[in-house]
Every structure is written in structure tokens, then in C-alpha cells.
């Protein structure tokens, strides 16, 4: 016997039933059902439903930078700006009169992913302070003709482990190793190869990986709590393997979301 949904219920299959279909029950099921409230009927001539599966969800989703879509691309962005710009003043003779600085080179491969760019900042860390060292000394330079005009250390030289801190420290080193370029005491000719790239910043989405989903699947979503940025939603969009959720500003670490992404199945 076929009865019609009044309220969408999730089938043992997995499969959600949405209000309006019309499906087919044991009569103890339909009566439990016809209960609580889910269904209504029988009818004697069912319309076929669209089925539609659950991929996944989360009915309590903090929200994260490390997930931050502009914040990862910018960051990446800033981190191969900078070590074009470090490599072209090491070689520069002159810059560097006493000789070009071949020690400290800086080698990572561009980035594509967190991991890399992590590698590519402690690298950058390492070598910047190597550099700086020099120029801080009072006599018997490798590198630089004389003592720096003034102080270019790092805020923290602690090799970062997340997103977070690699913006941290690729906004510090992006000015300090600025100040240190434009320090013409020390260096034959000053701001000679400096950084104009802007800094690292978050933006307004952040990537969610959800294996199992395509583009074509439907994400619906809500705000539970819009956290520190009181942000308001805007879209979400799946991908493969992801869904990006994109609010009106940078929800940071701590907005609160639900979500639940279906197919729509061929039967």
C-alpha cells in the first residue's frame, strides 16, 4: 500500500524521504508512522518518487581558519613573493658588497598544499634569521658592508604547524625582511628588492572536505551560532570531495553550522 509523506523522514536505506512522496510501508510501519505524524493515506494511484540519498552532515560544525579558502591562497601567494624577492637580494652584489649571501638560499618548491607551505616558511624563517645575524654584526660581515641602521628581527622564529601561524609569521617576515631591504647602512643600495604583495588575509568561505561528495549534490545549511564575526550566511556549493561555505565576512574559529549535503539518485 502506498502512503504519502507529510513530514521527510530518513529511510533505513539511507535514502530521505521528502514531503510530497508517496512510498510503500508494511502495515506496522505505516501505522507507527501515520502516528507520529510522517504520513498520510493510502492512496490507489502513487506518483514514482525522486529519491534523494544522504552523503553527510554535521549538526554541529565549528568553523575554522585553518580551512580558510583566501586565507590559504593569499599566504601562498605572499610566501613565493617573498622568497623571489630574499633570493634576488642574497645574489645582488650590490646590495651585498662584501659578497652575495650563496649560504642561505632559499629552496622549498612553491606550494600547493598547508604541508608545503609550512615547509616553505620554517625554511624561510631559518634562512632570514641566518641573513639578519650578519647584518646585527658589529665588524667581520660575510655578507653586508656594515652594521644595520636599526633592529629587523623576526617576532618569533618558531617554525609555525598550522595556517594560522604561517600568516603570522609570512606578515612579520614580509616587514621586517622590508625594513631590513631598505636599510641602506648595511646594504650598497636600499629597497633594492623589496615585497610589495599585500598581506596575508582570511576571507569571507572556508573549504569543508566531505568525501563522497560531488558538485552536482545539494548542500543545505543553517547558522547555529554566528561566533565572533557574526557572520550571516551566503551560499555553500559542493565539490569533489568538499563543500565550500561562504558567509559575509570571515567566520574565524568559532561560528557554529549545520549542514547535510544529498544526491538526487536515477531509479
Same mark, same amino acid.
Given at each position: 500500500m502506498k502512503y504519502t509523506v507529510t513530514k521527510a523522514f530518513i529511510d533505513i536505506d539511507g535514502i530521505?524521504?521528502?514531503?510530497?512522496?508517496?512510498v510503500e510501508l508494511t502495515i506496522d510501519r505505516a501505522i507507527r508512522l501515520h502516528r507520529w505524524g510522517f504520513i498520510a493515506g493510502p492512496i490507489s494511484h502513487p506518483? /514514482?518518487?525522486? /529519491?534523494?540519498?544522504?552523503?553527510?552532515?554535521?549538526?554541529?560544525?565549528? @568553523?575554522?581558519?585553518? $580551512? #580558510?579558502? =583566501?586565507? %590559504? =591562497?593569499?599566504?601562498?601567494? %605572499?610566501? #613565493?613573493d617573498l622568497k623571489?624577492?630574499? #633570493?634576488?637580494? +642574497?645574489?645582488?652584489?650590490l646590495? &651585498? @658588497? @662584501?659578497?652575495?649571501?650563496?649560504?642561505?638560499?632559499?629552496?622549498? /618548491?612553491?606550494?600547493?598544499?598547508l604541508a608545503a607551505l609550512i615547509t616553505?616558511?620554517? $625554511?624561510?624563517? @631559518?634562512? +632570514?634569521?641566518? &641573513?639578519?645575524?650578519?647584518? $646585527? %654584526?658589529?665588524?667581520?660581515?660575510? +655578507? &653586508?658592508?656594515?652594521? $644595520?641602521?636599526?633592529? &629587523?628581527? %623576526? =617576532?618569533s622564529v618558531v617554525a609555525p604547524i598550522n595556517l594560522q601561524e604561517c600568516i603570522t609569521r609570512l606578515n612579520d617576515i614580509k616587514a621586517k625582511y622590508n625594513a631590513h631591504d631598505a636599510d641602506g647602512t648595511c646594504h650598497g643600495v636600499g629597497?633594492?628588492?623589496?615585497v610589495g604583495s599585500a598581506d596575508a588575509a582570511y576571507g569571507a568561505a572556508i573549504r569543508v572536505v566531505l568525501p563522497?561528495?560531488?558538485p552536482n549534490d545539494l548542500a543545505t545549511w543553517g547558522i547555529l551560532d554566528s561566533g565572533t564575526g557574526t557572520v550571516v550566511g551566503v551560499a555553500a556549493a559542493a565539490g569533489n570531495?568538499?563543500?565550500?561555505?561562504?558567509?559575509?565576512?570571515?567566520?574565524?574559529?568559532?561560528?557554529?553550522?549545520? +549542514?547535510l549535503v544529498t544526491r538526487k539518485l536515477d531509479i
Open positions: 530521505t524521504k521528502q514531503i510530497g512522496w508517496q506518483v /514514482p518518487p525522486t /529519491p534523494w540519498q544522504v552523503i553527510g552532515g554535521n549538526r554541529g560544525k565549528i @568553523t575554522s581558519r585553518e $580551512e #580558510n579558502i =583566501a586565507g %590559504l =591562497a593569499s599566504a601562498i601567494g %605572499l610566501a #613565493n623571489a624577492s630574499i #633570493n634576488a637580494s +642574497y645574489a645582488d652584489i646590495d &651585498h @658588497t @662584501t659578497a652575495p649571501d650563496t649560504v642561505n638560499v632559499i629552496t622549498s /618548491p612553491a606550494p600547493v598544499t616553505l616558511v620554517t $625554511e624561510m624563517i @631559518t634562512s +632570514y634569521v641566518a &641573513h639578519d645575524d650578519d647584518a $646585527e %654584526l658589529g665588524a667581520g660581515w660575510l +655578507y &653586508h658592508d656594515a652594521q $644595520e641602521a636599526g633592529d &629587523h628581527s %623576526l =617576532a629597497s633594492n628588492h623589496q563522497g561528495v560531488l570531495g568538499y563543500v565550500d561555505f561562504t558567509f559575509d565576512a570571515d567566520p574565524q574559529n568559532d561560528a557554529v553550522i549545520s +549542514y
